[in-house]
C-alpha cells in the first residue's frame, strides 16, 4: 500500500507560480513512476507530468511544456511539480500518482492517488 499526499495548491494570479509537492509513504518511493494529473470542472481528468524512478526520463503535457517542471526527491519520498506563468487555463484541482514500473501518459495504470489540490488561476 503506498500513501500520497499533494500539497502547495492555492489562488495565484495569472503568470504567477506554484510549486506542488507530493509525498509518499508505504512502499519503496525511489522504485516507482510518479505523475501528475489534473481535472478542471466539467472537464476529465488530463495528464500533466510524469517521471521515472531515477528522473532520467520525463514527459509533459504540451498544454504544460515549457511552463512545469517535475522532479523528485527520493531521499525525501517527495515529488515536485514547479508551475511557472500560469494561465487561467491551468485551474484544475492537481493530483499525485504511482505506478510501479515506467511511467505512462494515460491514468488507467496509476495505482495510487492522492485526494488532490486545488489550483485556482486568476485573471
Known amino acids: 500500500q503506498v500513501q500520497l499526499v499533494e500539497s502547495g495548491g492555492g489562488l495565484v494570479q495569472a503568470g504567477g507560480s506554484l510549486r506542488l509537492s507530493c509525498v509518499a509513504s508505504g512502499r519503496t518511493f525511489s522504485t516507482y513512476a510518479m505523475a501528475w494529473f489534473r481535472q478542471a470542472p466539467g472537464r476529465e481528468r488530463e495528464f500533466v507530468s510524469a517521471i521515472n524512478w531515477s528522473g532520467g526520463t520525463i514527459y509533459y503535457a504540451d498544454s504544460v511544456k515549457g511552463r512545469f517542471t517535475i522532479s523528485r526527491d527520493n531521499g525525501k519520498n517527495t515529488v515536485f511539480l514547479q508551475m511557472n506563468s500560469l494561465k487561467v487555463e491551468d485551474t484544475a484541482v492537481y493530483y499525485c500518482?504511482?505506478?510501479?514500473?515506467?511511467?505512462?501518459?494515460?491514468?488507467?495504470?496509476?495505482?495510487?492517488w492522492g485526494q488532490g489540490t486545488q489550483v485556482t488561476v486568476s485573471s
Open positions: 500518482a504511482t505506478k510501479y514500473g515506467a511511467p505512462v501518459l494515460d491514468d488507467v495504470t496509476y495505482r495510487y
